[in-house]
């Protein structure tokens, strides 16, 4: 089932009247750490099923890591990153400082565990069961996505261009079939392109590509921020609610929650909801579980909408970076460096991908841009966190989607909710277990 088919008939709680509040029922019903798209989408799905919702974040509702992505709702995305030939390629892009990965060298000991575990997680006997839960959450996702989008008011916001994946040579095509062969397995729709085609499907292409592959169900938004900001809207008209705060502790135990905000007061919960991206880690350490959670930092550099006539999301894997074309403008970003939360930005990296972009599209104009670097939630296996923390029945996580946080956003409010209501999830979350590590 998708959509609102279950909003008719969730749980309500006890009436008040019949016994008296404890202290926990007297505060919030429902917390949520996190402002960005999975916190909103969790809001939204909850706050349907007439649930009390209070979202808190330190800056505000898709102000940060959502705000800035590269807008795909990437359904076809299914091929975790240790298969996608990064482990293959990773001594040769990390000798390029600025290219598609790079380490800090002082930060490389502290993320060696974390390496470990991603050399791992491309394991071939691991590789079908990581292809085949993507597989399904994105299955998921995008019936989700569309049932909300329609629900929300926001389908106008939605760009159905499909997307062109370009390759400069015949063996960096021959290196990705058997990704695209997988996909296939998986009744995901593509065209491998060339010559006219290739020219048609974007005019303006440097010579260097020789093919390209065309994903038509491939889909994109307007904007990543305006779309998280209509949703929240929608969820704030069922009656859910937003407190800028930092929540610097959490506990729980079988009866409810207890936040601790920067400013020493608390909140009381029922349920809570840790859906706080690259830094849910360290809440989640409160709560008795120790997850691998790491930082892709991402680079981007949004360029006035006139810069270049591009027609649909264009991706440039083997330089790690994608264009999109936004309604505010001209996005140009990606690319990987596994450097924490608390380093400052190295810009030089957007400006590498901006220079690479005016190669690859002869007479772009790289002026009037604007730098950006958020921080993507990544797991080894490429796998987000979706289930129960392991001592306290009251808490959900739901974190660690990486370079998919917006593609899957619809479908983990749809399981964050069946979690919280006690219902059967849509999907197996077992591949999803904060206990899997």
Not at 32 to 49: D, H, N, P, S, T
Not at 72 to 78: L, Y
Not at 252 to 264: F, R
Not at 330 to 341: C, F, K, N, P
């Amino acid at each position: 089932m998708t959509g609102n088919s279950k909003l008719t008939d969730v749980g309500r709680r006890p009436p008040s009247a019949l016994r008296e509040p404890s202290p926990r029922e007297e505060g919030e019903e429902i917390a949520i750490v996190g402002g960005g798209i999975i916190g909103i989408c969790a809001a939204a799905f909850l706050a349907e099923a007439g649930r009390s919702v209070t979202i808190f974040d330190r800056t505000g509702i898709c102000e940060e890591t959502s705000s800035g992505n590269a807008a795909a709702f990437a359904f076809s995305d299914v091929l975790p990153l240790a298969h996608k030939g990064m482990i293959k390629n990773l001594p040769k892009w990390l000798a390029d400082p600025l290219g598609p990965l790079s380490i800090p060298p002082a930060y490389l000991p502290k993320l060696l565990p974390w390496l470990i575990r991603f050399w791992r997680a491309g394991a071939p006997a691991k590789y079908e069961a990581s292809l085949a839960a993507q597989a399904g959450m994105m299955k998921l996702a995008e019936a989700e996505w569309m049932d909300m989008l329609d629900r929300s008011g926001t389908r106008p916001m939605l760009r159905e261009d499909g997307s062109l994946e370009l390759y400069e040579s015949e063996a960096e095509f021959r290196a990705g079939l058997v990704g695209w062969s997988a996909r296939q397995r998986f009744g995901i729709g593509f065209r491998h392109v060339g010559g006219e085609e290739l020219a048609r499907l974007q005019p303006g292409l440097s010579p260097r590509f020789v093919k390209g592959t065309f994903v038509p169900g491939w889909k994109t938004v307007a904007d990543p921020k305006l779309l998280g900001k209509a949703i929240w809207a929608y969820a704030e008209a069922k009656g859910a609610r937003f407190e800028k705060a930092l929540i610097s502790q959490v506990a729980a135990d079988q009866d409810g929650v207890t936040l601790t905000l920067a400013d020493g007061t608390t909140r009381q919960a029922m349920h809570l909801v840790v859906a706080a991206g690259a830094w849910s880690h360290l809440l989640a350490r409160q709560l008795g579980d120790r997850i691998p959670l790491e930082t892709e930092r991402g680079y981007n550099t949004t360029l006035p909408k006139d810069a270049f006539d591009v027609q649909r999301q264009l991706i440039f894997s083997g330089h790690g970076f994608v264009i999109t074309p936004l309604e505010t403008g001209l996005r140009v970003g990606g690319a990987v460096e596994l450097g924490g939360i608390e380093r400052p930005p190295n810009y030089n990296r957007s400006k590498a991908l901006l220079q690479k972009a005016q190669k690859f599209l002869p007479g772009l104009d790289p002026s009037g841009g604007r730098e950006w670097m958020g921080f993507r939630p990544s797991l080894p296996d490429s796998v987000p966190v979706i289930g129960k923390a392991s001592g306290s029945r009251p808490v959900v996580y739901a974190f660690g989607h990486g370079h998919l946080g917006l593609t899957q956003a619809a479908a983990t409010g749809r399981l964050i909710r069946e979690l919280v209501l006690g219902q059967t999830p849509s999907v197996d979350l077992a591949p999803f277990s904060p206990q899997r590590f």
